[in-house]
């Protein structure tokens, strides 16, 4: 509790109501590749939903920095939240054909200025030394909403998949919602949101793609800065790819049922919580770029578990789940330090609006190049997961000869 009790400020604000958004985020997000084909739509559909809202994402990505600047993080992540989250909820739980999702689609995109000014508040106000801190408290939140999966099993089993999963989006509307407005009340504009509303008020948008520009020349010419954001999109690389076809390979190609899916994640957080309220807590900063790398190597070991997976083995699973959950929790929060460390406070959301749109442009081939290894055979598509690991691993070691500590 000592070591939770170090957040203060926004990002208390931003992580105390975190678990109304995190537990119905939790329950949905298992079935959602499985619950879009149901309402009388086919596959090929469901890559027109993930274009249009690929392409409307990097545009979000785009203007991110620019809208959180002009109107400042806290009224740009109420509103965009609203539309993003709130109303793209409301949508998927009544959808009842491809026109739905379009429109869902459409509004999730805007999630990425959100995201960008939730960030600023996140790490503005907060000292560089107690960033790990902060993110590893935001880790815990995201592996306690684990515990809450099973329940989403039970509501399938009892109701079937599709009523099941629109009760699902109907309670996300409900709680994130209700979180939204709560967290405003929380928070408080940042010092450096306050002097860039008053900067950016007088500044077009030539000169806003001029500053964007130059964001891209700094990044370029530094070696660490590029190494650094080379990994960060490396780690959401194979992520996407794992979101997108791990619910679909346990189910079509291992022959679990779904029903049953959603007891790996609460299996593997509860191993995670012990690491966590054992480990975490021990480890030192400026050991990060150490961590990281150890995560990455347990995330690869369970790759590898799955590409040699035998069929309906549920526990064998299970233990690969704990082996990519544990991974994920080592390395994700000092990752996200390192990448918040290298941002200048000054230009950190325009930073944070290019890395977007540099995640999303080198990681849009994910679902394409998923979906191709999954068509030859379903598990080469966790080769292709382990191989992004493994060149994020061989940038670390590079990264760690030049890097000082104190980045971390």
């Given at each position: ?122 790490v503005e106000d907060t000292d560089p030394g107690d960033r790990s801190t902060v993110f590893t408290a935001l880790q815990l939140i995201s592996v306690v909403g684990g515990l809450f999966t099973p329940l989403a099993g039970l509501l ?35 010092a450096i949101g306050l002097r860039k509303m008053s900067e950016v008020t007088d500044t077009g948008w030539a000169q806003t793609v001029k500053q964007h520009v130059d964001v891209v020349r700094e990044i370029a010419r530094s070696r ?50 012990l690491l966590m309220g054992v480990v975490m807590p021990r480890l030192r900063q400026e050991h990060g770029l150490r961590h990281i790398f150890i995560g990455f190597v347990l995330s690869v070991g369970s790759s590898a578990m799955l ?102």
């Amino acid at each position: 509790m000592n070591w939770l009790a170090r957040v203060r400020g926004n990002a208390r604000g931003c992580l105390i109501y975190e678990p109304m958004f995190i537990l119905p985020y939790s329950l949905y997000t298992t079935y959602g590749t499985v619950y879009i084909p149901q309402p009388g739509m086919t596959t090929t559909p469901i890559g027109l939903v993930a274009s249009v809202s690929l392409v409307l994402q990097m545009i979000s990505s785009a203007i991110s920095g620019h809208v959180t600047d002009r109107m400042g993080r806290r009224r740009a992540l109420l509103t965009f939240d609203l539309v993003s989250w709130s109303l793209a909820t409301l949508i998927w739980m009544v959808s009842q054909n491809i026109w739905f999702f379009v429109a869902a689609a459409i509004c999730n995109s805007f999630q990425k200025i959100p995201n960008t000014a939730w960030y600023c508040l996140l790490v503005e106000d907060t000292d560089p030394g107690d960033r790990s801190t902060v993110f590893t408290a935001l880790q815990l939140i995201s592996v306690v909403g684990g515990l809450f999966t099973p329940l989403a099993g039970l509501l399938i089993a009892a109701m079937h998949l599709v009523p099941a999963v629109r009760v699902m989006y109907g309670i996300a509307f409900l709680s994130m919602t209700t979180m939204f407005w709560l967290r405003n009340r929380a928070v408080h504009e940042t010092a450096i949101g306050l002097r860039k509303m008053s900067e950016v008020t007088d500044t077009g948008w030539a000169q806003t793609v001029k500053q964007h520009v130059d964001v891209v020349r700094e990044i370029a010419r530094s070696r660490r800065v590029l190494a650094v954001f080379a990994v960060y999109i490396l780690n959401n690389f194979q992520a996407a790819v794992s979101v997108t076809f791990l619910s679909v390979f346990e189910v079509s190609a291992l022959h679990i049922p779904a029903a049953w899916i959603a007891l790996f994640p609460a299996v593997s957080a509860i191993a995670t919580l012990l690491l966590m309220g054992v480990v975490m807590p021990r480890l030192r900063q400026e050991h990060g770029l150490r961590h990281i790398f150890i995560g990455f190597v347990l995330s690869v070991g369970s790759s590898a578990m799955l590409i040699a997976a035998p069929e309906e083995r549920i526990g064998y699973i299970a233990v690969a789940s704990i082996l990519s959950a544990t991974g994920t929790v080592l390395a994700n929060p000092f990752l996200e330090t390192m990448t918040a460390n290298v941002i200048r406070d000054e230009e950190r959301a325009k930073f944070l609006s290019v890395l977007t749109v540099l995640i999303l442009l080198f990681t849009w081939p994910a679902g394409i190049l998923g979906g191709l290894a999954y068509g030859v055979n379903p598990r080469l598509t966790f080769v292709l997961v382990a191989g992004a690991l493994v060149t994020g691993g061989v940038i670390l070691l590079a990264l760690q000869r030049r890097t000082p500590p104190e980045i971390l």
